[in-house]
């Protein structure tokens, strides 16, 4: 059975950091590129970073580029999210998501999600 388990969200003020976790398990992980999505209140979902298996190439959305740094450890089957110098538009809720390809098929999961919120 396939999990991702986020943790580390929490209510934090303007300006503080957050660092984010998602556990996998019943997943070769360090086959998966890995995402953080975050969906807030009546908006769409957007993609947040992106991290490729061996962690040679990262991506981030302009809204968080300069701020979150996503990273991995293969050996210990997580993804993190650091995020630094937090504003009320970054709360929302974080979901991690696992993404494959095998012999032309996609294998992909996701996280229930954890609630970031930035408020003083």
């Known amino acids: 059975q396939v999990q991702l388990v986020e943790s580390g969200g929490g209510l934090v003020q303007p300006g503080g950091s957050l660092r984010l976790s998602c556990a996998a398990s019943g997943i070769t992980f360090s086959r998966y590129a890995m995402r953080w999505y975050r969906q807030a209140p009546g908006k769409e979902r957007e993609l947040a970073a992106t991290i490729s298996p061996a962690s040679s190439s990262t991506t981030y959305a302009d809204s968080v580029r300069g701020r979150f740094t ?6 210990k089957n997580t993804v ?10 970054d709360t929302a809720v974080y979901l991690c998501y696992a993404r494959t390809v095998v012999l032309g098929r996609e294998y992909n999961y996701w996280g229930q999600g954890t609630q970031v919120t930035v408020s003083s």
């Open 70 to 75: 996503i990273s991995r450890d293969n050996a």
């Open 80 to 89: 993190y999210l650091q995020m630094n110098s937090l504003k009320p538009e």
